[in-house]
């Protein structure tokens, strides 16, 4: 069978020798990967989760041991210039795009312990009032176990979506990005009803992979 040859862009080619360099244990790249995926956390986590400078910084570390842990058990890893994912196939947007699904979850895991962030007096609050984003639905997805497989199921799941629905849940969950601002930089969908359809769409799908890979993993 001839080989698959993948064109990888600058960006690309850089993120696929800091992930090949943190598996090989290079201290250069293990240093700059940090940088790499700290530099954006702390440029963004403010407009994802709703937590004071300590606590951020606590949410930080805990993404990326589980980050490392997920690349020392190739999980992601680096092929041919490229950063691979579940079935080998490529994630279909940037390794901080995955970073910050884990950070994302992690930070679900802390809120746990902090009931505020559901306050309706906080930021997070209102967009659960207006919007009305069941919080607890999505934890209650997410938690099927007492462990973390299924939140490493649910973050890879989420990089290796269609482009459209990576694009949608990232923007809606993750970075906590309202209806309105999603249509302006999705153009192309019409209307709110067609984005709230389609966010729907991707949402039950995400939902049944996932339980489908977690009932595989518990009879495996």
Not at 13 to 24: D, R, T, V
Not at 106 to 116: D, F, G, N, Q, T
Not at 139 to 168: F, G, K, Q, T
């Amino acid at each position: 069978m001839a080989k698959i040859v993948r064109m990888s862009t600058p960006v690309q080619k850089k993120e696929a020798k800091l992930i090949a360099g943190m598996y090989s244990k290079s201290k250069k790249e293990q240093q700059e990967l940090y940088s790499y995926c700290s530099e954006y956390f702390y440029a963004n986590y403010r407009g994802v989760f709703f937590a004071n400078d300590e606590d951020a910084a606590e949410i930080f570390q805990n993404t990326f041991i589980t980050f490392w842990e997920n690349i020392e058990k190739r999980k992601i890893y680096e092929e041919d210039g490229i950063v691979l994912g579940k079935d080998g196939n490529p994630l279909s947007g940037s390794i901080l795009t995955y970073f910050m699904g884990i950070a994302r979850i992690k930070y679900l895991e802390w809120s746990r312990e902090h009931p505020s962030y559901s306050d309706p007096d906080t930021e997070m609050g209102q967009k659960i009032k207006e919007e009305g984003f069941d919080v607890q639905q999505y934890i209650n997805m997410l938690y099927d176990s007492s462990d973390n497989v299924m939140l490493e199921i649910i973050a890879d799941i989420i990089s290796h979506m269609s482009p459209r629905c990576n694009e949608i849940l990232t923007k809606f969950y993750y970075d906590q990005k309202d209806l309105d601002s999603i249509m302006l930089e999705i153009p192309s969908i019409e209307s709110k009803d067609a984005l709230k359809t389609k966010k729907y769409k991707c949402l039950e799908a995400l939902r049944k992979t996932a339980k489908e890979i977690y009932n595989k993993y518990l009879n495996s």
